[in-house]
């Protein structure tokens, strides 16, 4: 069987319940405000009251349009006629700035929650309302200082845009070179310099692609070592050559916030002009110590090459004048021959200081003529027949055409100086051995001797200026002709070599190109 349940809400209940509803809407922390649908205040909490400024009975029967500025009055009438046609839950004036007006005529910011519900048939509009004047006075005073540090990072940024652009401009106009900045991968960072725009590059162009890559396998070699040596912490300065340019590398670490090296500088300058004039310097200070060297040395050599041979001849003479006297004919004659020879030996010295000095001075050149190689070299050995010492002999053999094309004077000068020393270095009673062969368009020419020959440390200088070997210091001579002798040949492109054993004898050979050959 079925027991009908009974409600339990009494009148003594209900009125209980309306005075805690009561109640809780009295100490409610906010605003609370409810309104029929003419807009009437028909109920409304301390809080609201104090709000706005007015007792709570001040404020029954009021349009809540009288708590609303007078320039938002028209439309707030609009907004809550519309409200009550479809009415729901949600905030007012969603993304607007709301503000209520006070008894004293003073306006306050606030935030407005709705609600509605029905009593009897008849829709009333609960309003929840917050100041939020101390929240918005926040937000501006945060808005205000946000402003400010947007001013403030603006600010930086376009100093710090203008920093750029300058150290831009600076880098950009370094001179015979570049900065860059680089990853630990090697990757350009920045790069600027007249050298990049010398080798038809940008630093636009390079930012993001790799160093190393734009380097050749030597230089890479030399470079990457030293470069790891900075991402270690170490400041370097090094020079490297690349395909005849030299540049000169400063490299500093670069420290991040957090102290760590993850980028380097690295200034790259191209020092080739300065090495070229440090290398001319050089040169220059070189042939100026030579020439003073050569100086020193002509000196030295001219005053001892000299004092013989006119010592020789005025001793000479005057002998010859007191056998002259006594008429005696043999001893004459052979003081005659000294003086011959020692005029023979200055006239020598002096043609070679004479050759030496245009040959320096760019003034000889060579004048190629047809001429009969056999007769000219026969003629020679005939003159060089009186400068041999006792019992010394010249032979001469040739084969092949006779007719070559080539300097006279410079071939006279080769083969007399050649001779001269085959005599000059060779005892009494020894043979001169000269050969010339003319075949397949080139003329050889050897000078061969059986004489003292040139040690074998002396032979690599032998042609150098003012040398004489160790075994030759007692015998005239200047240092000169074999010197004079290469400088010829390589005016005429030809060449000149020499085989030799201490007393044993020496070979001197050399030939005319195929260019000066008929």
């Known amino acids: ?139 501006r005073e945060l808005e205000s200082l946000n402003q400010e540090l947007e001013r403030r990072v603006a600010e930086r ?65 030399i470079i990457q070592p030293r470069l790891l040596e900075v991402f270690g912490g170490q400041n ?32 790259e300058t191209n020092v080739t002009q300065q090495k070229r004039v440090e290398h001319n310097m050089v040169k220059a200070l070189e042939k100026e110590r030579q020439l003073n060297e050569l100086k020193s ?11 013989t041979p006119l010592s020789t001849i005025l001793t000479s003479l005057s002998l010859a004048n007191r056998y002259h006297g006594l008429g005696n004919e043999e001893n004459l004659q052979k003081h005659y021959g000294r003086i011959r020879s020692s005029v023979h030996i200055l006239t020598a010295i002096l043609n070679d200081f004479l050759s ?16 009969n190689l056999k007769v000219l070299i026969d ?3 005939d003159e060089q027949q009186d400068m041999c010492k006792q019992g010394q002999s010249i032979t001469f053999a040739f084969e092949g055409e006779e007719m070559v094309t080539t300097d006279q004077n410079m071939l006279r000068n080769i083969v007399v100086n050649l001779i001269s020393n085959a005599i000059k270095y060779s005892n009494e009673n020894s043979r001169v051995e000269v050969t010339a062969t003319v075949k397949d368009n080139r003329a050889l020419v050897q000078v061969r001797d059986h004489g003292i020959g040139i040690p074998e440390a002396d032979q690599r200088h032998i042609f150098e200026r003012f040398f004489r070997a160790n075994n030759s210091t007692n015998i005239q001579g200047t240092g000169l002709g074999l010197n004079i002798v290469k400088k010829y040949l390589n005016l005429l492109g030809g060449d000149i070599w020499f085989e030799s054993t201490p007393m044993v004898g020496t070979v001197f050979s050399f030939v005319i190109p195929q260019n000066l050959v008929v």
Request: proline share 3%; glycine share 6%.
């Open 1 to 139: 069987m079925e027991m009908k349940r009974e409600s339990q809400t009494t009148p003594s209940s209900e009125l209980q319940m309306q005075s805690v509803c009561l109640a809780l809407f009295e100490a409610a922390a906010e605003g609370l405000v409810v309104i029929n649908s003419k807009g009437l205040i028909v109920l409304v909490n301390q809080r609201m009251a104090e709000l706005l400024g007015y007792a709570s009975h001040e404020l029954i029967g009021e349009t809540i349009e009288k708590f609303v500025p007078k320039r938002y009055e028209h439309a707030h009438h609009q907004h809550r006629d519309q409200y009550f046609e479809a009415p729901s839950r949600r905030s007012m004036g969603y993304g607007r700035d709301l503000t209520a007006l006070r008894s004293d005529g003073s306006e306050f910011a606030v935030e407005v929650s709705l609600n509605h519900f029905e009593v009897e048939g008849e829709t009333f509009v609960m309003a929840l309302i917050s100041d939020i004047t101390q929240r918005k006075n926040a937000e």
């Open 157 to 221: 940024t376009s100093q710090i845009a203008e920093s750029q652009r300058l150290y831009a401009i600076i880098a950009r106009n370094f001179p015979n070179g570049s900065i860059m900045v680089f990853d630990r991968a090697f990757n350009y960072i920045f790069t600027e310099g007249r050298e990049l725009y010398r080798m038809g590059v940008t630093g636009e162009e390079l930012v993001g692609t790799n160093y190393l890559d734009r380097l050749t396998p030597k230089a890479r070699e």
């Open 236 to 267: 370097v300065n090094f020079d490297i050559e690349v395909d005849d340019r030299h540049y000169e590398l400063n490299a500093v670490p670069l420290q991040d916030t957090d102290g760590k090296i993850s980028q380097i500088l690295v200034v």
């Open 297 to 307: 040395r002509f000196v030295s050599m001219a005053s001892h090459e000299f004092r």
């Open 356 to 371: 030496l000095d245009k040959l320096e001075s760019g003034m000889i050149g060579s004048n190629p003529e047809l001429l």
């Open 379 to 381: 003629d020679l050995v």
